[in-house]
């Protein structure tokens, strides 16, 4: 059964920064895209970056410039660097994988941008 373990999140002030981590672990097959999204409280969960196998990636508008979606295909793992976080990047963050034809989640990691 494929599992996805967070952690990096927490609580940070204005301007810092935060580094996201998700180890896949259980997959047969090769991962495929691997991604981040995030939900705040109210809101629908959205699409921050995501990271193809062959290492193309795409952001979500509002993070461009300040997050990094990286992966270790040897580690099955992916990461998102944060940098000058906003009060607004408040949210769950959640990792996602998809291999074959099957969407997997993360159980989503806290991240608190406050003064």
């Known amino acids: 059964q494929v599992q996805l373990v967070e952690s990096g999140g927490g609580l940070v002030q204005p301007g810092g920064s935060l580094r996201l981590s998700c180890a896949v672990s259980?997959?047969?097959?090769?991962?495929?895209?691997m991604g981040w999204y995030c939900q705040a409280p109210g809101k629908q969960r959205e699409l921050v970056a995501i990271?193809?196998?062959?290492?193309?990636?795409n952001y979500a508008d509002s993070v461009k410039g300040r997050f990094t979606i990286s992966r270790d295909n040897a580690k099955n793992t992916v990461y998102l660097q944060m940098n000058s976080l906003k009060p607004e990047d408040t949210a769950v963050y959640y990792c996602?994988?998809?291999?074959?034809?099957?969407?997997?989640w993360g159980q989503g990691t806290q991240v608190t941008v406050s003064s």
């Open positions: 259980g997959s047969r097959f090769s991962i495929n895209t």
């Open positions: 990271i193809s196998s062959a290492g193309n990636t």
């Open positions: 996602n994988v998809k291999i074959l034809f099957e969407n997997h």
